[in-house]
């Protein structure tokens, strides 16, 4: 597996990061090493293998429908790198 | 009379029910270690002096009114992978550089419920993500076995701080090996619990069908006394398992006469130290002495574990770790021009190297057309595995190897040849693949540094481990050694 340059920047945009020329590049190599090192489950035949959908076969647990949480609005905003109002604010998304 | 930081947890609980002495003393001893030591070490990257000594004095105040449990008192450090109201979680990331958590980790509430006094946070592979404690932007840790030597990763902090005497126990977490190959490569015992017996609530998420969190102690009773706090089923967890919770300090004392033990073929092969190899043979002789029959094993797919693991864990790495987007929490760039901007450079800057290639290996994984060769291959792959060691439980109790193929590398050895790192965990990462219960337990020095056996038991069978290693170390003493200086 060989990525290049193109590819690369694809994928830090669907993992929303940004990368410089510089950075592209080391990752072309270190990117394509890992994927070298994956790969190599290629060599075990799987095709009548149920995937793993979980360790102990156990399905997820359900609980009721009610409220179990208090409200912690102020504390979790706390911690927020800008808030106004109680809202979290982000640059406009809309003109 | 042995110094302070040299008794057990069962030794210091006396002494505290005694009145030998007080929490408040013991608290401010180790504080003062972790003054005098951890300079060089750079095991410990927040302290909480002030709340520890004020949870010193309430321990005080419970073991004074007859109130005290086996923990009450005693302190220890939590691998800053936790949540801690109030105290810095940075998680070993300039992106939680800011965070100070509004909320505790169920394993941090359970044990401050138990009256165990916080000395403060451990530094860590940043995210969880590493095998030699490089990654963290608090600057590596070093091994107090020889100080140009890493030791380990992720919970690399929480095996120094051990190792040096600097807290009695700590926290860990192991996703791929993140306990037991620090354990090993610090002389400590370390147990990575099945997955699902200890509550992954507040524990920041790495690859959330392979966490889980575990103690690190000097002995394996120290181990069993702290996991007997932190296990047992949480609502707030969808994955914790709603099962009692085992008698572990009660099984310590079993008879292990009869017990079957698998030694694992594979990883006895080629790329294991051969110094390595003699201190596992060593271990396994004393084993012997205690009348154990050793068989031997195979695991035949095990050298297929690394390859699964490097798509699961960056796939659910990248899916989890998408939430640090600058705005609720975290680190946020300036003068972001637009929302895609704001998130790109936030974690851009937030995020170090090796973060930001998990996240793009997973991201890429889970891409529209590789779903099904990469992620449903790995966990076609891990179901195999899984087999694997369904099949050995069926002849055996317990399985025996190393915890990792060599003794503590250098700092800067692994650290520019990301593919050369991984391969530093092959022996643990099979286990967390099918979920199961392992530890990591000093065998004899090979060439001056700590070596790993590794013992692997069926689900839920850590009380079994434990009881096995306990074993092993009343007639050896292989747990007691200390690295020299500390």
């Given at each position: 597996m060989s990525l290049d340059a193109e590819e690369v920047e694809k994928i830090a945009h669907l993992a929303r990061i940004a990368v410089t020329a510089d950075e592209v590049d080391a990752l072309k190599s270190e990117l394509s090493g890992i994927l070298d090192l994956v790969e190599r489950m290629g060599e075990l035949d799987t095709s009548d293998i149920l995937p793993m959908a979980h360790p102990l076969d156990m399905p997820q647990r359900l609980r009721p429908d009610v409220v179990t949480e208090e409200n912690h609005r102020d504390e979790y905003q706390a911690v927020a790198p800008a808030v106004e109002n109680g809202l979290y604010l982000v640059p406009r998304v809309i003109e | 009379m042995s110094e302070l930081h040299e008794k057990s947890i069962a030794e210091l609980s006396a002494g505290l029910a005694a009145g030998d002495y007080s929490s408040g003393e013991l608290t401010r001893h180790f504080l003062e270690r972790i003054r005098r030591f951890d300079g060089e070490l750079n095991s410990v990257v927040t302290l909480a002096e002030e709340q520890a000594l004020a949870a010193a004095a309430e321990a005080d105040r419970r073991i004074g009114a007859g109130e005290a449990g086996p923990l009450t008192g005693i302190p220890i450090l939590h691998k800053d992978i936790f949540c801690t109201r109030g105290v810095k979680t940075a998680c070993g990331s300039r992106m939680l550089d800011n965070f100070i958590s509004p909320y505790d980790a169920t394993v941090v509430t359970r044990l401050k419920e138990a009256g165990v006094v916080m000395l403060g946070k451990t530094n860590m592979d940043e995210f969880a993500m590493g095998s030699s404690n490089e990654t963290s932007f608090y600057g590596p840790v070093k091994n107090p076995?020889?100080?140009?030597?890493?030791?380990?990763?992720?919970?690399?902090?929480?095996?120094?701080?051990?190792?040096?005497?600097?807290?009695?126990?700590?926290?860990?977490?192991?996703?791929?090996?993140?306990?037991?190959?620090?354990?090993?490569?610090?002389?400590i015992t370390g147990l990575k619990p099945t997955y699902g017996r200890v509550s992954r609530y507040g524990m920041i998420a790495f690859a959330s069908s392979l966490d889980q969190a575990g103690p690190m102690t000097r002995s394996a009773e120290d181990a069993a006394c702290l996991l007997a706090a932190m296990a047992g089923f949480d609502e707030r967890d969808s994955t914790s398992v709603d099962r009692p919770v085992d008698d572990y300090v009660g099984q310590l004392n079993r008879e292990v006469k009869g017990l079957k033990i698998g030694v694992v073929k594979e990883f006895f092969e080629e790329g294991l130290n051969p110094g390595m190899k003699a201190a596992m043979e060593t271990a396994m002789e004393k084993l012997k002495e205690l009348g154990a029959e050793l068989?031997?094993?195979?695991?035949?797919?095990?050298?297929?574990?690394?390859?699964?693991?490097?798509v699961v864990a960056p796939a659910e790495c990248s899916s989890n770790l998408s939430r640090f987007d600058g705005v609720r929490f975290g680190h946020r760039c300036d003068n972001p021009a637009d929302l895609e901007d704001l998130y790109k450079r936030s974690r851009a800057e937030g995020f170090g190297p090796e973060v930001k290639r998990r996240i793009m290996i997973g991201a890429y994984a889970l891409s529209a057309g590789y779903y099904d060769a990469y992620y449903l291959k790995a966990q076609q792959v891990r179901q195999v595995i899984a087999d694997d060691f369904r099949k050995a439980f069926e002849e055996v109790d317990v399985l025996l190897g190393p915890a990792s193929p060599e003794t503590a590398f250098r700092l800067g050895e692994k650290s520019d040849d990301p593919v050369s790192m991984y391969l530093s965990d092959i022996y643990t990462i099979a286990v967390n693949l099918a979920g199961l219960p392992a530890l990591s337990m000093p065998a004899p020095l090979v060439d001056g540094l700590p070596a790993g056996l590794q013992l692997i038991g069926n689900y839920f069978e850590e009380g079994r481990l434990l009881n096995l290693a306990h074993q092993l170390q009343q007639v050896s003493d292989w747990h007691l050694q200390t690295p020299e200086g500390y």
């Open positions: - | 076995w020889d100080t140009d030597r890493v030791p380990g990763g992720s919970s690399g902090g929480s095996a120094a701080a051990v190792a040096a005497r600097l807290a009695v126990a700590a926290t860990g977490t192991d996703t791929g090996g993140s306990i037991r190959q620090p354990a090993a490569l610090c002389g068989v031997e094993i195979s695991l035949p797919n095990s050298h297929h574990s690394v390859a699964a693991y490097y």
